[in-house]
């Protein structure tokens, strides 16, 4: 058995929209920080039959996301001549965070998933890089795949002069560790009910908008700007196109058909008043929303105090302190219960 513990991602340049759906290849680059918190803990165990538990009770269409994930995860380990050792497995995932609000579980989820999956072929002495879990997470779900690694993200086409269409062609690599820029996430979310569209609908629907040819167009210039306010730790740059990156992705997600609004009031009423707030304190605070109401409130240690004071202010909101985090990780026996240390005089 292996079990893997692993955390959200926030994104500054988001992912939306496929070149190839079955592979969750992404249309273009995306770029996140690392959360260290909630967190998420997945084992898994050889077994007969395939089967998944959690406290949540899973539909089948979740259960069968899980079974095509272990199908896809399969594919591209005979690809590199790899096989893990038995026909089937038993998940079961502990989750301490809310699903389908706007704060990447299922990031989380699937970067636990690949990680436990990949302890289990290290038991044949075979090490895959983060790189290759990345893709084993990206299978489940595009944005898993940047969670395998701590602090600053990139979701990366390889291959670009080809733009081939393998299950290998995106993978995730780090842009700077969680040392390199101690930022915070402040979540703060109105609402814990279910989003009525996932992230997997937008986007199968992105490219029904009349906004995404220029949304593809932006991107490459977004994700070299946000790739180079992280290494210059230059927060003002990073506002600047997280802000509007951000704003566009709900723009094309509002302009599709059907139409998918993730932002409510209570979305635009905190947006609204972090921007009164940050230029009254000159305040490092920037926002931003994933597929869902939710406002993650991202700022330098020198805003944090400010910024949690506004956060707990807002009225019928639940409130994640979270930072900047390490990445998946797994749990060994050892981590689990840690033995008495025997001292010897
Ligand atoms: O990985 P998915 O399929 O849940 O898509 C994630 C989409 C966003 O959270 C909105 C953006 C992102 O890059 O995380």
Request: with cysteine; hydrophobic share 35%.
């Amino acid at each position: 058995m292996a079990t893997a513990v692993s955390t959200p991602n926030i994104a500054f340049i988001k992912y939306w929209g496929n070149r190839h759906s079955d592979w969750r290849l992404p249309a273009a680059d995306s770029l996140s920080m690392t959360l260290d918190y909630p967190t998420v803990e997945v084992s898994i165990e050889p077994a007969d039959v395939f089967s998944v538990h959690s406290e949540k009770e899973l539909s089948t269409n979740e259960i069968g996301r899980f079974k095509k994930h272990l199908e896809l995860t399969k594919k591209y380990l005979a690809q590199k001549g790899y096989k893990l050792k038995a026909k089937s497995y038993k998940l079961t995932i502990h989750s301490h965070i809310p699903p389908a609000i706007g704060l990447a579980s299922s990031a989380a989820v699937f970067s636990a998933v690949a990680k436990a999956y990949a302890a289990l072929i290290e038991e044949q002495d075979i090490r895959l890089t983060d790189e290759q879990i990345s893709i084993l997470a990206r299978l489940g779900s595009g944005s898993a795949a940047r969670s395998i690694m701590g602090g600053f993200v990139a979701l990366q086409t390889t291959n670009y002069s080809l733009q081939t269409d393998d299950i290998d062609s995106a993978i995730a690599i780090q842009i700077a560790p969680a040392s390199h820029w101690p930022l915070y996430d402040i979540v703060v979310c109105p609402s814990l009910k279910e989003k009525e569209h996932g992230s997997t609908e937008g986007h199968h629907l992105a490219h029904t908008s009349p906004h995404y040819a220029e949304r593809l167009r932006q991107m490459p210039r977004r994700q070299q700007e946000c790739i180079d306010a992280i290494l210059q730790r230059d927060f003002e740059k990073l506002q600047r196109v997280a802000e509007e990156d951000a704003l566009d992705l709900h723009k094309v997600a509002e302009t599709s058909t059907p139409s998918l609004k993730y932002l409510t009031e209570d979305t635009h009423r905190i947006t609204r008043e972090i921007i009164k707030l940050r230029k009254r304190e000159h305040l490092a605070a920037l926002y931003t929303m994933d597929a869902g109401p939710t406002v993650h409130l991202i700022c330098t240690e020198d805003a944090v105090k400010t910024v949690k004071e506004f956060a707990h202010a807002q009225k019928d909101c639940t409130v994640f302190e979270t930072k900047v985090g390490s990445g998946a990780t797994i749990l060994t026996d050892r981590h689990r219960d840690p033995p008495q240390q025997e001292v010897s005089l």
